[in-house]
């Protein structure tokens, strides 16, 4: 399937929405770098929300969970 799923997204100017948070400004950036990071890492959305709950636990202490997906 070419140009489907998360490479169609590579080279889009994208921008985040927080709809609703309970972090301080300096963890909602650092998410928003994160995210941005896996998604030029990553292909598969099991795969970016591995590597974003590595990266959480390795900053701010085990047990974050995180799921990726569409919609």
Do not use: P
């Amino acid at each position: 399937m070419s140009g489907s799923g998360v490479a169609s997204l590579r080279g889009q100017n994208l921008n985040a929405v927080i709809k609703s948070v309970d972090m301080s400004e300096d963890m909602q950036q650092k998410a928003v770098d994160i995210v941005v990071l896996s998604l030029e890492k990553h292909d598969l959305e099991k795969d970016m929300a591995m590597f974003i709950k590595k990266e959480f636990d390795r900053l701010y202490g085990v047990t974050w969970h995180c799921v990726v997906g569409k919609k």
